[in-house]
């Protein structure tokens, strides 16, 4: 049980933070005007007229064909030598 003892400062530090962040970020939380918000969101929301969207780019190479599939694993045959 002693060694658990070191883990209590940081335990500690880990309290006070929040609680130190907990207070200082409920001044910051008043409310919101709803028009300025609206007109925020609007903003937010439209396109750019100026600003075109590219055509994704291709593959620098081709797709190799498909193989026909039998249903039947086939080995290579190899040359006789």
């Known amino acids: 049980m002693e060694i658990l003892f070191w883990l209590v400062p940081s335990a500690v530090v880990t309290v006070v933070a929040m609680l130190w962040v907990a207070w200082l970020g409920r001044e910051g939380r008043g409310e919101v005007d709803r ?6 969101l609007a903003t937010a929301l439209e396109r750019d007229p100026r600003r075109r969207r590219r055509p994704a780019p291709g593959y620098a190479a081709e797709r190799p064909a498909p193989d026909r599939s039998t249903g039947v694993a086939v080995r290579p045959s190899r040359r006789a030598s």
């Open 35 to 40: 028009e300025v918000a609206v007109r925020r």
